[in-house]
């Protein structure tokens, strides 16, 4: 069971659009509608901003939004704001392995 | 509403077993669907997913960690335990409970930092 990959990190400045991708296998994300994003501010809890690959909790912003191709999950930050700016995961169910994280990803709002 | 609340030492020494419980409150686990899950962070990394526990008592583990894992749950309480047996330095991490919904950790505890050393 690997971590699923992100990259370290993206940017992009107010009001942009930003994609952050997650790259899994066809033992989990290639398998399974059942991706999910997680922001997380310093020295805070995460919170879930995307599951079940497209849905929003009540309460996000529809400025987030989540997509899914083969083995690979994106979700997409339109509008970008200040507050954006934190570490995002994406997490995929992974059969009788259970569950697994990517290595997260380092936001900058420029 | 549903919350969660980790509690523990915050302090074991390499070969120790640590013991985490998670209280919550909002929901039960007598009821159908509902879970409660373990994930860690270590200092400046990522999340880890370690257990979960389902209204069933179907339990889950890491591959990578099972053999040092066990879950259980006290549904008159509303708890949930996580042990850790042989604890290492690299094990140093905030630990997370959180609620299942969604097919996915939907509520998160505000986490818990263990540290290990002798």
């Known amino acids: 069971q690997s971590a699923l990959t992100q990259p370290a990190s993206v940017s992009g400045s107010p009001g942009q659009s930003i994609t952050i991708s997650c790259t899994g296998t066809?033992?989990?994300?290639?398998?399974?509608?059942?991706v999910s994003w997680y922001q997380q501010h310093p020295d805070k809890a995460p919170k879930i901003m995307i599951y079940?690959?497209?849905k929003r909790p009540s309460g996000v912003s529809d400025r987030f939004s989540g997509s899914k191709s083969g083995n690979t999950a994106s979700l997409t930050i339109s509008g970008l704001q200040a507050e954006d700016e934190a570490d995002y995961y994406c997490?995929?169910?992974?059969?009788?392995?259970?569950?697994?994280f990517g290595g997260g990803t380092k936001l900058t709002v420029l | 509403q549903i919350t969660l609340k980790e509690s523990g030492p915050t302090l074991v020494k390499p070969t120790q077993t640590l013991t985490l419980t998670c209280t919550f409150s909002?929901?039960?686990?007598?009821?159908?669907?509902?879970?409660v899950g373990w994930i860690r962070q270590p200092p400046g990394k990522a999340l880890e997913w370690l257990a979960l526990?389902?209204?069933?008592?179907?339990?889950r583990y890491s591959p990578s960690l099972k053999s040092r894992l066990t879950i259980t749950k006290d549904t008159s309480k509303n708890q949930v335990v996580l042990t850790v047996t042989n604890m290492d330095p690299v094990d140093t991490a905030t630990y997370f409970c959180?609620?299942?919904?969604?097919?996915?950790?939907?509520?998160w505890g505000q986490g818990t930092l263990v540290t290990v050393s002798s």
């Open positions: 066809s033992s989990d994300v290639g398998s399974y509608s059942l």
């Open positions: 079940e690959v497209t």
């Open positions: 997490c995929s169910y992974a059969g009788s392995s259970g569950w697994v």
């Open positions: 909002g929901f039960s686990l007598s009821t159908s669907a509902e879970g």
């Open positions: 526990i389902y209204w069933d008592d179907d339990k």
């Open positions: 959180t609620h299942i919904g969604f097919s996915a950790f939907d509520i």
